[in-house]
């Protein structure tokens, strides 16, 4: 009952950090390269960087994209569809599946890269999220996450080798070789807070605001920053079923303390209810042991009584027997 209950709470608990958590808005989304490796039929392709799958992270897993080899830059995009509230940007490395050291030959192709969110296929009219500079063969992550909390419709991964002398430990070429790359962030436009239930504010321009607290850096009619979020909620439609998942979501920090405190006391009721029914059954046990001993003391009593019985019969013929004797003398 106990271990029942336990598996029972531990998935909903895992349910209800899904839903409240970051979704990957880059999930099977448009990718593209600029340098694909020539041969297709190996299908390392853009699209393998963002199919959801990074358990095999080999060439030969089918899981990463491999750009061609022998170039000065190296480029890869993905393409949200439309302009989206990104928070994080998760990045998986090829490794061959071998250790990730400075002895890992990918772990030189991994330096220097840089991450761009733009809201055009051009990188040089984007932001730039993350610039490596000081990562070393033996201090290089692998995975990395890259909080880059802004408005962006594509997210660019690039590369270069071509301001020589490279740095210590960089490869002579540039590659791509994304196992993963992943876009963590508000799929619904419009939202925000950690868990995308949150409206935005009218006021407000697009991009300049943090997806966590709402905050704008500035707006269209001249409004404070800090006051952005406190004026003209956008209009919902009455009855929208996203505005009553938004109004479910927003309480899901109350529905999870509300979850633990009952998962406690169902706890303690199931231990309280174990001891009682174990206390019951050894004091049924206890009843038995004494029913049989009373048992037993009645079938002694009864054997006694019988053999005095028997006695005093027998006492009682041989007192005849002797009268008998007299007499007949």
């Given at each position: 009952?106990?271990?029942?209950?336990?598996?029972?709470?531990?998935?909903?608990?895992?349910?209800l950090?899904?839903?409240?958590?970051?979704?990957?808005?880059?999930?099977?989304?448009?990718a593209?390269?600029?340098?694909?490796?020539?041969?297709?039929?190996?299908?390392?392709?853009?699209?393998?960087?963002?199919?959801?799958?990074?358990?095999?992270?080999?060439?030969?897993?089918g899981?990463?994209?491999?750009?061609?080899?022998?170039?000065?830059?190296?480029?890869?995009?993905?393409?949200?569809?439309?302009?989206?509230?990104?928070?994080?940007?998760?990045?998986?490395?090829?490794?061959?599946?071998?250790?990730?050291?400075a002895?890992?030959?990918?772990?030189?192709?991994?330096?220097?890269?840089?991450?761009?969110?733009?809201?055009?296929?051009e990188?040089n009219?984007?932001?730039?999220?993350?610039?490596?500079?000081n990562?070393t063969?033996?201090?290089?992550?692998?995975?990395?996450?890259?909080?880059?909390?802004?408005?962006?419709?594509?997210?660019?991964?690039?590369?270069?080798?071509?301001?020589?002398?490279?740095?210590?430990?960089?490869?002579?070429?540039?590659?791509?070789?994304?196992?993963?790359?992943e876009?963590f962030?508000?799929?619904?436009?419009?939202?925000?807070?950690?868990n995308?239930?949150i409206?935005?504010?009218?006021?407000c321009?697009?991009g300049?605001?943090?997806?966590?607290?709402?905050?704008?850096?500035?707006?269209i009619?001249?409004?404070?920053?800090?006051?952005c979020?406190?004026?003209?909620?956008?209009?919902?439609?009455?009855?929208?079923?996203?505005?009553?998942?938004s109004?479910?979501y927003?309480?899901?920090?109350?529905?999870?303390t509300?979850?633990?405190?009952?998962f406690v006391?169902?706890i303690?009721?199931?231990?309280?209810?174990?001891?009682?029914k174990l206390?019951?059954?050894?004091?049924?046990?206890?009843?038995?042991?004494n029913?049989?001993?009373v048992?037993?003391?009645?079938?002694?009593?009864?054997?006694v009584d019988?053999?005095?019985?028997?006695?005093?019969?027998?006492?009682?013929?041989?007192?005849?027997?002797?009268i008998?004797d007299?007499?007949k003398?």
């Amino acid at each position: 009952m106990l271990m029942e209950i336990t598996w029972r709470a531990l998935f909903l608990q895992m349910s209800l950090y899904l839903a409240i958590a970051y979704e990957n808005i880059a999930l099977n989304k448009e990718a593209w390269e600029r340098f694909p490796w020539k041969n297709i039929i190996l299908g390392w392709g853009a699209q393998r960087a963002v199919d959801g799958r990074k358990s095999n992270l080999s060439a030969s897993g089918g899981e990463c994209t491999i750009s061609a080899e022998r170039k000065a830059t190296a480029e890869w995009r993905v393409d949200l569809g439309e302009i989206l509230n990104i928070y994080r940007i998760f990045i998986q490395h090829r490794t061959d599946e071998l250790p990730w050291d400075a002895k890992n030959d990918h772990a030189s192709r991994f330096l220097g890269f840089s991450v761009i969110v733009s809201n055009t296929t051009e990188k040089n009219d984007g932001v730039l999220c993350f610039k490596d500079k000081n990562f070393t063969l033996e201090t290089i992550p692998n995975s990395i996450n890259i909080t880059c909390p802004i408005f962006a419709r594509y997210v660019i991964f690039y590369n270069n080798r071509t301001n020589r002398p490279f740095p210590a430990g960089y490869s002579e070429y540039a590659y791509n070789e994304l196992c993963e790359l992943e876009v963590f962030g508000c799929s619904k436009f419009g939202y925000y807070g950690e868990n995308c239930s949150i409206p935005w504010y009218e006021h407000c321009q697009l991009g300049l605001s943090d997806i966590k607290s709402g905050t704008r850096q500035s707006n269209i009619e001249g409004i404070e920053g800090q006051q952005c979020n406190k004026t003209h909620l956008l209009e919902i439609p009455l009855g929208d079923p996203d505005d009553l998942s938004s109004i479910l979501y927003s309480f899901a920090p109350l529905f999870a303390t509300l979850f633990v405190i009952s998962f406690v006391i169902n706890i303690i009721f199931t231990i309280r209810e174990c001891r009682n029914k174990l206390r019951f059954k050894n004091q049924n046990k206890s009843k038995a042991r004494n029913q049989q001993r009373v048992t037993a003391d009645i079938d002694n009593h009864e054997k006694v009584d019988a053999n005095t019985e028997y006695q005093e019969l027998t006492e009682v013929k041989t007192t005849d027997n002797s009268i008998y004797d007299e007499i007949k003398l």
